[in-house]
T-cell receptor, first 113, second 119 residues
Framework: DQQVKQNSPSLSVQEGRISILNCDYTNSMFDYFLWYKKYPAEGPTFLISISSIKDKNEDGRFTVFLNKSAKHLSLHIVPSQPGDSAVYFCAASPLTSYDKVIFGPGTSLSVIP | GAVVSQHPSRVICKSGTSVKIECRSLDFQATTMFWYRQFPKQSLMLMATSNEGSKATYEQGVEKDKFLINHASLTLSTLTVTSAHPEDSSFYIC???????????????FGQGTRLTVV
């Protein structure tokens, strides 16, 4: 049973436009959420995170929104750049084991020049 | 910043042999490290939690006798795939978090990954 879901396996966006990547989770024990970016044959690199006590966190072009009641979060990238093309993993960490990170299946983002 | 180094990056082995993968935290101590496995076009699946000085904790469905984990020091965890078979071919990744960081708001750092091919 997948605890972190990313229902869009892929997304294409024009350069300069906004990219919105969505994520849903089922485990109510998750209280910390992260987004990772991954290139082929490399380990994931951390992008941005949000605690469950917040509903928004912004870092440059990246903003993560959290809707706890809906168990939904989203990553907004604006403006999108060709270098943003990668697989984006939504991940969650439970309160009882905060070092443990559970990943979603990923969304492959292609930013078209 | 904190770096996690994984070695080797690629390994090809014969069916029936064992392969050891190392995960090192280079500039911080990690009491806990995590091992993940990624199949092609799929997500990273958590395999086990490596605990320094004690037994690893395995996720459901992961054979602990097949995937031996040793965390002998605060900077090194190893994953040994024993009696490897072609179905064990995968991308294995480790992660660690700086144990000095008491703030929950710090991310885990990932190694570069190891591509294992069993022929």
């Amino acid at each position: 049973d997948q605890q972190v879901k990313q229902n869009s396996p892929s997304l294409s966006v024009q350069e300069g436009r906004i990219s919105i990547l969505n994520c849903d989770y089922t485990n109510s024990m998750f209280d910390y959420f992260l987004w990772y970016k991954k290139y082929p044959a490399e380990g994931p690199t951390f992008l941005i995170s949000i605690s469950s006590i917040k509903d928004k966190n912004e870092d440059g072009r990246f903003t993560v929104f959290l809707n706890k009641s809906a168990k939904h979060l989203s990553l907004h990238i604006v403006p999108s750049q060709p270098g943003d093309s990668a697989v984006y993993f939504c991940a969650a960490s439970p309160l009882t084991s905060y070092d443990k990170v559970i990943f979603g299946p990923g969304t492959s983002l292609s930013v078209i020049p | 910043g904190a770096v996690v180094s994984q070695h080797p990056s690629r390994v090809i082995c014969k069916s029936g042999t064992s392969v050891k993968i190392e995960c090192r935290s280079l500039d911080f101590q990690a009491t806990t490290m995590f091992w993940y496995r990624q199949f092609p076009k799929q997500s990273l699946m958590l395999m086990a939690t490596s605990n320094e000085g004690s037994k690893a904790t395995y996720e459901q469905g992961v054979e602990k006798d097949k995937f031996l984990i040793n965390h002998a020091s605060l900077t090194l965890s190893t994953l040994t795939v024993t009696s490897a078979h072609p179905e064990d071919s995968s991308f294995y990744i480790c992660s660690a978090r700086d144990g000095r960081q008491s703030n929950r708001g710090t991310e885990a750092f990932f190694g570069q990954g190891t591509r294992l091919t069993v022929v």
